[in-house]
């Protein structure tokens, strides 16, 4: 389930296949499947990165000064913006291949990146490193670890590989810590981060209430939460004083862990970049509201306190109001992509 990212001007999103701006599973994390014929890949941009799944391999190889096996190269075809190819070298390393399926997803690649260029070394997990960044391709060494859980399609409910609570000190507490590092990153450390900011923080409270008048136009919406959703705009105690970088994406899915011969499960990466914007902070805690309740929200937001993040009066208050809110995300989702399950889901879902 991915939140609103939050961003001033940025689309919130919905399920895991339904995000705002790159939607998309957990291509970094999950094993690779069967191979694609080379004649099953669509074709990439204007470049030696086009192809099948072995020209692909051969540019990143040129590209990267690093032996691929085109033999081993399995494509993942179901991100609507990337398509991700796993790859393993000759010396056993497996490697991440994202090529953006449309200009503006090109676009988006540039901001990603300087994201990332902006955090590495902050955050005390690792996140993607970039060894190449072309237009049309993207090239890393895939994370170690598994997804903390995943997101059925179906029910949209998420499937823990862990149990959240039972280490802190291993999960949430880490998470937290890479949390704050990231709502701390300096915006005018970068060229490309300093163009985003300082936004408007008035910006994402506009933007959901034209997303809810939209809602109302198009869907039945139940009154007792559009009462709800109309009270939270209205309530300025909630809404964030300034912007701050986010992720724009966390949850189970997108946080790896690694499991020790001995010991519990520990956080090993934060994957999925490609909804980082400046935006509210907030929404850096809905989905794992949403994936493990407000157990885990409360034992998150005590985390990130003790780590050093700015917990807000009202701010607990404001993350259970966007879960709420989420499921318009969903329904609006659906109506612009033809999924009508998703919208039935959706207002199922908002039913007090």
Do not use: C
């Given at each position: 389930?991915?939140a609103a990212t939050g961003a001033a001007g940025a689309a919130p999103g919905a399920a895991s296949k339904a995000r705002a701006e790159?939607?998309?599973?957990?291509?970094?994390?999950?094993?690779?499947?069967?191979?694609?014929?080379?004649?099953?890949?669509?074709?990439?941009?204007?470049?030696?990165?086009?192809?099948?799944?072995?020209?692909?391999?051969?540019?990143?190889?040129?590209?990267?000064?690093?032996?691929?096996?085109?033999?081993?190269?399995?494509?993942?075809?179901?991100?609507?913006?990337?398509?991700?190819?796993?790859?393993?070298?000759?010396?056993?390393?497996?490697?991440?291949?994202?090529?953006?399926?449309?200009?503006?997803?090109?676009?988006?690649?540039?901001?990603?990146?300087?994201?990332?260029?902006?955090?590495?070394?902050?955050?005390?997990?690792?996140?993607?490193?970039?060894?190449?960044?072309?237009?049309?391709?993207?090239?890393?060494?895939?994370?170690?670890?598994?997804?903390?859980?995943?997101?059925?399609?179906?029910?949209?409910?998420?499937?823990?590989?862990?149990?959240p609570l039972a280490h802190p000190g291993h999960y949430l507490q880490?998470?937290?810590?890479?949390?704050?590092?990231?709502?701390?990153?300096?915006?005018?450390?970068?060229?490309?981060?300093?163009?985003?900011?300082?936004?408007?923080?008035?910006?994402?409270?506009?933007?959901?209430?034209?997303?809810?008048?939209?809602?109302?136009?198009?869907?039945?919406?139940?009154?007792?939460?559009?009462?709800?959703?109309?009270?939270?705009?209205?309530?300025?105690?909630?809404?964030?004083?300034?912007?701050?970088?986010?992720?724009?994406?966390?949850?189970?899915?997108?946080?790896?862990?690694?499991?020790?011969?001995?010991?519990?499960?520990?956080?090993?990466?934060?994957?999925?970049?490609?909804?980082?914007?400046?935006?509210?902070?907030?929404?850096?805690?809905?989905?794992?509201?949403?994936?493990?309740?407000?157990?885990?929200?409360?034992?998150?937001?005590?985390?990130?306190?003790?780590?050093?993040?700015?917990?807000?009066?009202?701010?607990?208050?404001?993350?259970?109001?966007?879960?709420?809110?989420?499921?318009?995300?969903?329904?609006?989702?659906?109506?612009?992509?033809?999924?009508?399950?998703?919208?039935?889901?959706?207002?199922?879902?908002?039913?007090?």
């Amino acid at each position: 389930m991915n939140a609103a990212t939050g961003a001033a001007g940025a689309a919130p999103g919905a399920a895991s296949k339904a995000r705002a701006e790159a939607p998309g599973p957990v291509e970094e994390a999950a094993a690779p499947g069967p191979a694609v014929p080379a004649s099953a890949a669509p074709a990439g941009a204007d470049s030696g990165a086009g192809g099948g799944l072995a020209d692909l391999a051969a540019y990143a190889s040129r590209r990267l000064g690093v032996a691929l096996d085109p033999a081993t190269a399995r494509a993942d075809e179901s991100g609507w913006d990337f398509r991700v190819t796993h790859v393993r070298a000759v010396d056993g390393a497996w490697w991440i291949l994202r090529q953006p399926r449309r200009p503006e997803a090109s676009e988006q690649l540039a901001f990603e990146g300087a994201v990332l260029t902006a955090v590495r070394g902050r955050t005390p997990v690792p996140v993607p490193d970039w060894r190449l960044h072309d237009p049309d391709v993207v090239a890393y060494p895939r994370l170690p670890g598994e997804p903390a859980g995943t997101e059925d399609p179906a029910t949209l409910v998420y499937d823990w590989s862990m149990d959240p609570l039972a280490h802190p000190g291993h999960y949430l507490q880490p998470l937290a810590r890479a949390l704050v590092a990231v709502h701390t990153t300096a915006l005018d450390g970068s060229p490309a981060l300093a163009r985003r900011g300082p936004a408007d923080p008035g910006a994402v409270r506009t933007r959901i209430a034209e997303r809810l008048t939209r809602a109302r136009a198009e869907l039945p919406l139940p009154p007792a939460g559009l009462r709800r959703w109309r009270a939270w705009l209205d309530d300025d105690r909630l809404w964030p004083g300034r912007l701050t970088l986010v992720h724009g994406d966390v949850h189970p899915g997108h946080t790896l862990v690694v499991r020790p011969d001995s010991g519990p499960p520990a956080l090993s990466g934060l994957l999925d970049w490609a909804n980082a914007d400046v935006g509210d902070p907030a929404v850096d805690f809905v989905d794992m509201l949403y994936a493990g309740g407000p157990a885990v929200l409360d034992r998150l937001l005590d985390a990130y306190r003790a780590a050093g993040g700015e917990v807000r009066d009202g701010m607990r208050a404001h993350i259970l109001a966007r879960a709420s809110f989420l499921w318009v995300h969903v329904a609006l989702r659906g109506l612009d992509t033809g999924r009508p399950a998703w919208v039935e889901t959706a207002l199922r879902r908002m039913a007090p």
